[in-house]
């Protein structure tokens, strides 16, 4: 079978002090560390087990990622793997390059965060110039927030022309009219992100052929379903009791506002306009588009009268 797995296990350290973070600059203990090391390590190695599946995974830790040599071995290693369709990481490329050397690049991919309160644009931009020079699948990215707006234009003036640079709608921010455009003209996928989309009882591949995985194996169907959603856990994944619960259902939250998440969603109709890069946020069709009005209108920002009505038309 085809699935996907988000992973995200105990590590919630960063080296980056970004002000909307809880886990900025938090520090784990040796003890943290060992137990993270060894949950990623059962993990991968179940993976590598699993040669009947066709296999995508992507790290979403809490923290930094890949300063830590043990996740970067273990994308090195799940890259061979010919069972792996696509092995991604979000990360704010703080970390050394050299080790991709090593690493499938067929298979490995990025999501890259810029956060331009937190490193120096140049060092970042010279991260970047160093994966378009090793031929890397990845993307770039960066919070709307509107003290960054000149940071996103300089650097979408800066990045390889081929580089998706994308924009996060701030969590919490709303933006009038003229502010997302101001947006769209970075990003013209803005509209996707700018308004959380009306989710309760809708469609979605999580659960199906999506799931989350923590570092003790329990299987949800997505990171936004926690543990206190009765009737969300599916099992676990080393004792394979969560396949025999994967299946279609509808999303039991009111609303997604992740793209990790809504992505999955098929009224959307996004899986067409990233193609292989949907884990990696890379998209592979720019042209056609979802206008921003039929997004608007599958947003949660409708008049709740409207929520109960649906469904919508799916978006072309």
């Known amino acids: ?57 992507l790290f979403t830790p809490w923290g930094e990622a890949l300063t830590r040599s043990w ?106 009219d003229a502010e997302a455009a101001q947006w769209t003209e970075i990003d013209e996928l803005f509209h996707l992100s700018r308004l959380p989309h009306a989710s309760l009882g809708r469609a979605c591949r999580t659960g199906e052929s999506v799931i989350s995985v923590d570092g003790e194996g329990l299987v949800r169907r997505c990171h936004f379903v926690s543990r206190t959603d009765l009737g969300q856990e599916l099992g676990n994944l080393y004792d394979g009791s969560f396949r025999a619960a994967l299946g279609p259902r509808p999303c039991p939250l009111l609303q997604c506002d992740c793209h990790i998440g809504y992505v999955h969603m098929p009224e959307l109709a996004l899986y067409p306009t990233f193609g292989d890069g949907v884990l990696e946020r890379v998209p592979t069709l720019m042209h056609p588009k979802p206008s921003q009005a039929q997004f608007t209108r599958n947003s949660i920002s409708v008049h709740p009268a409207r929520l109960a009505s649906g469904p919508w038309p799916t978006p072309i």
């Open 1 to 57: 079978m085809d699935l996907t797995i988000l992973y995200r296990g105990p590590l919630a350290s960063c080296d980056y002090d970004c002000g909307y973070c809880p886990f900025a600059k938090r520090r784990d203990t040796t003890e943290q560390l060992r137990a993270d090391r060894a949950a990623l390590r059962r993990f991968a190695t179940w993976v590598a087990e699993q040669t009947t599946d066709r296999i995508s995974v």
């Open 71 to 176: 996740y970067r071995e273990a994308m090195v290693e799940l890259s061979h793997l010919p069972h792996m369709a696509r092995v991604a990481v979000q990360t704010n490329l703080s970390c050394r390059l050299d080790w991709l050397e090593a690493a499938d690049l067929d298979t490995l991919a990025l999501w890259c965060t810029y956060h331009p309160d937190q490193v120096e644009f140049e060092r970042f931009l010279g991260k970047h110039r160093g994966l378009v020079e090793r031929g890397v699948r990845h993307s770039v990215g960066i919070v709307g927030q509107p003290e960054h707006l000149e940071a996103a234009r300089r650097l979408r003036a800066a990045l390889d022309p081929a580089t998706y640079l994308w924009i996060n709608a701030a969590e919490g921010r709303t933006y009038t």
